[in-house]
């Protein structure tokens, strides 16, 4: 079983930056596994943001948040760079893996989710 854990989201100003982090809660590695951020804004779908491949080869965004976000890993941590925030950047982040190599970028794609780090970004 993995169990994930995210941390680093808060409360920052537009055009401000964070770094959330996924570790992994369990013994069990996961540096083979293609893993993910999704996000959920109040009232909104939970949408795709960032994924990356097991081991790092290949990394996938979405084109709304291109250029702004940074996806990598590194052992059984994977973390989520975000620059130049923006108000509707305001969501609570999820981070997720599967149990393959190559990443996906819907929902029922992954097996394992965790919690959920609020992000708000303030104008």
């Known amino acids: 079983q993995v169990q994930l854990v995210e941390s680093g989201g808060g409360l920052v100003q537009a055009g401000g930056a964070l770094r959330l982090s996924c570790a992994s809660a369990?013994?069990?590695?996961?540096?083979?596994?293609?893993m993910a951020w999704f996000r959920q804004a109040p009232g909104k779908e939970r949408e795709f943001v960032a994924a990356?491949?097991?081991?790092?080869?290949l990394t996938y965004y979405t084109e709304s948040m291109k250029g702004r976000v940074t996806i990598s890993r590194d052992q059984n941590i994977m973390y989520l760079q975000m620059n130049s925030l923006k108000p509707e950047d305001t969501a609570v982040y999820y981070c997720?893996?599967?149990?393959?190599?190559?990443?996906?970028?819907?929902?029922?794609?992954?097996?394992?989710w965790g919690q959920g780090t609020q992000v708000t970004v303030s104008s």
């Open positions: 997720a893996a599967r149990a393959r190599f190559n990443v996906g970028i819907h929902d029922p794609e992954y097996d394992y």
């Open positions: 369990s013994e069990r590695s996961f540096s083979n596994l293609a």
């Open positions: 990356i491949s097991g081991f790092g080869r």
